[in-house]
Nanobody, 125 residues
Framework: EVQVVEYGGGSVQAGGSLRLSCAASGFSFDGFAMGWFRQVPGKDREEREFVATINYSGDTTYYTDSVKGRFTISRDNAKNTVYLQMNNLKPEDTAVYYC???????????????WGRGTQVTVSS
């Protein structure tokens, strides 16, 4: 059974940092791309905003423009875990952050086959 669990969310002030982790099991982790998306109230799953993705080996990453230079995605295949380091957080980063599993990666939700339940990130001004 595939399991994906995000953790590390919380409340911080603008300019602060958080590191999200996503632990996965039940599949060959090092054979799949991983991605982070975020969702705000009033939006459904298909409207989740792409944040970042990383390929199966970790040597290729891609970010949405609004987080470039502030967020870093990485993975540790020995630990079946993907991370999202978020620095210089802004109030507009407030959302529930979800980790997704994809056979080949991408920026749209339809290419992700499994998801965690999300972790809340709240940034106050």
């Amino acid at each position: 059974e595939v399991q994906v669990v995000e953790y590390g969310g919380g409340s911080v002030q603008a300019g602060g940092s958080l590191r999200l982790s996503c632990a996965a099991s039940g599949f060959s982790f090092d054979g799949f791309a991983m991605g982070w998306f975020r969702q705000v109230p009033g939006k459904d799953r298909e409207e989740r905003e792409f944040v970042a993705t990383i390929n199966y080996s970790g040597d290729t990453t891609y970010y949405t423009d609004s987080v470039k230079g502030r967020f870093t995605i990485s993975r540790d295949n020995a630990k079946n875990t993907v991370y999202l380091q978020m620095n210089n957080l802004k109030p507009e980063d407030t959302a529930v952050y979800y980790c997704g599993v994809s056979p080949f990666g991408g920026t749209t939700t339809d290419v992700y086959v499994d998801w965690g339940r999300g972790t809340q990130v709240t940034v106050s001004s």
